[in-house]
């Protein structure tokens, strides 16, 4: 049975939208103080102290569009991707004080699909991304930006538009793979080597709001409008096998994400709480019921010292929430 919900550590106001998007920056290299970078729906990108709980800067380059999705590039300090409603994704330079946009890619995409990013080796990455047809996938190289792929689904495969993306390496000598969840309800893995599908798996009968994926125990987890968490598996013949599904209590999960040691899972709920589950077991931990409209994001943090992770949690209400739970190794 789930615990009753604790109170967060601390909460951090001031984003006057809602909050979109999430992501830490507390270690790799060691930045001056944490960070966290938020993307709210007034175009803004927060950047708060962690220290002081308060916004560090804000960054404005997507004009005024909603900015959904934030990521930190790791071994590339003080540099940050953002990706909006103006159909943009900046690259920002943010070291000695600056907060310049040094690059950008058009993505010429109107949909709300947020990007994946994969360190392929030092200083170099791949960026899935949603790409003008309303169905297809552009994978680029950063910082070249040459295009590695883009992945069309078959005209009868019907899956409709790309949701959610995330990117995998199951080891360093292997090729990169792409999860797409897409709005029939079905989650493809791509083959970016060859740009083709290599397994299909429908199961969600809403489209695909948000999933993750544990690369070393080869398992996912997706969920969508509906009532229901899947958890699938990728075999060794690069197929997709569904092994649980989990009821929730009320329908609309925003995003799911799990932590950095696989040992916990959360999910941002359209209920306005936050749901914590055992990854091995998806044995349902704790509800985190404080925010007063729909959680869009939970992300947690990369702090080195396991005692001294934090989750945060992005709302509708423009507050974001930042918790200490589970932090125990």
């Known amino acids: ?29 060691e930045p001056e103080f944490p960070i966290l970078f938020s993307g709210s729906s007034n175009g803004l990108v927060h950047i708060w102290n962690l220290k002081t709980h308060r916004v560090d800067r804000t960054l404005d380059g997507h004009g005024g569009k909603s900015v959904y999705w934030v990521k930190a590039l790791r071994n590339r300090r003080n540099a940050l991707l953002s990706q909006g409603r103006d159909q943009n994704i900046c690259l920002w330079d943010l070291a000695e004080g600056r907060s310049i946009v040094t690059d950008s890619v058009s993505t010429e995409n109107i949909g709300f699909c947020k990007c994946s990013l994969l360190e392929v ?19 680029l190289e950063l910082p070249s930006k040459i295009s590695v792929c883009t992945l069309k689904p078959e005209a009868d495969a019907k899956l409709g538009m790309p949701m959610c993306l995330k990117m995998w390496q199951p080891k360093v000598s292997s090729h990169p793979s792409l999860l797409v969840g897409y709005e029939d309800g079905s989650v493809v893995l791509w ?62 999960i925003a995003e799911v994400t799990l932590r950095q040691d696989k040992k916990i899972l959360a999910t941002a709920g359209w209920d306005h709480r936050i749901r914590l589950f055992g990854w091995k077991k998806m044995k349902p931990l704790a509800v985190l019921d404080y925010h ?38």
Not at 121 to 139: C, N, Y
């Open 121 to 139: 080796e030092e200083r170099r990455w791949l960026l899935a991304m949603p790409w003008k047809g309303l169905e297809e996938v552009r994978v």
């Open 191 to 252: 083959n970016l080597s060859m740009g083709r599908m290599q397994s299909r798996l429908t199961c969600h009968q809403e489209p695909i709001m948000g999933l993750d994926f544990d690369s070393e125990k080869a398992k996912g987890v997706s969920a969508s409008s509906e009532k229901m968490l899947c958890c699938w598996s990728c075999n060794e013949q690069q197929s997709l096998e569904l092994r649980q599904t989990y009821e929730l209590t009320n329908p609309g």
């Open 292 to 329: 007063t409209a729909a959680v869009h994001c939970v992300a947690f943090s990369d702090h080195s010292q396991p005692q001294e992770r934090l989750m945060a949690a992005g709302s509708k209400d423009h507050r974001i929430s930042v918790w200490s739970i589970y932090s125990q190794t």
């Open 1 to 29: 049975m789930a615990l009753p919900s604790p109170d967060p550590q601390y909460v951090l106001r001031g984003t006057t939208d809602a909050v979109n998007a999430l992501c830490f920056h507390c270690s790799d290299p």
